[in-house]
C-alpha cells in the first residue's frame, strides 16, 4: 500500500493547515485502507515518529494525542480512499514532519511526509 501525504508548508504560529493522506495502487490497496484504522503520526527533528491522531475505518471513533486535543481533527472519506488532519490554532512545537500510516502503524506503509513547519 503506498500511502502520499500532501498539504504541508510554513505558516505563522496560530494558523491553519489541513494535510491529506490518499492511497495509491491496486484496489487491494484500497480496500486495505477502507477496512482498517488509519493515524496521523510526526517527527521533530532529532525526535522519535509520535501519534497525532487516529481514527477507525468507519470514521465513527478517534483518538488525539495530549498535545492536540482541541486543536487538530481527523478524518476520512473512504469513498475517496483519502484521510485529512486538521489543524489549527498551530504552535511552534507542531513543526514536523507529518506521516500517514495504518493504526498500529506498519514498517512498509511510510510515505515520504509532508513538512510542516510554524513559525512565532
Known amino acids: 500500500v503506498q500511502l502520499v501525504e500532501s498539504g504541508g508548508g510554513l505558516v505563522q504560529a496560530g494558523g491553519s493547515l489541513r494535510l491529506s493522506c490518499t492511497v495509491s495502487g491496486s484496489s487491494f490497496s484500497f480496500n486495505t485502507f477502507s477496512i482498517n484504522s488509519m493515524a496521523w503520526y510526526r517527527q521533530a527533528a532529532g525526535g522519535q515518529r509520535d501519534l497525532v491522531a487516529a481514527?477507525?475505518?468507519?470514521?465513527?471513533?478517534?483518538n488525539y494525542a495530549d498535545s492536540v486535543k482541541g486543536r487538530f481533527t481527523i478524518s476520512r472519506d473512504n469513498a475517496k480512499k483519502t484521510m485529512f488532519l486538521q489543524m489549527n490554532n498551530l504552535k511552534p512545537e507542531d513543526t514536523a514532519v507529518y506521516y500517514c500510516n495504518f493504526f498500529p502503524r506498519r514498517p512498509d506503509a511510510w510515505g515520504e511526509g509532508t513538512q510542516v513547519t510554524v513559525s512565532l
Open positions: 481514527i477507525t475505518s468507519g470514521g465513527s471513533s478517534m
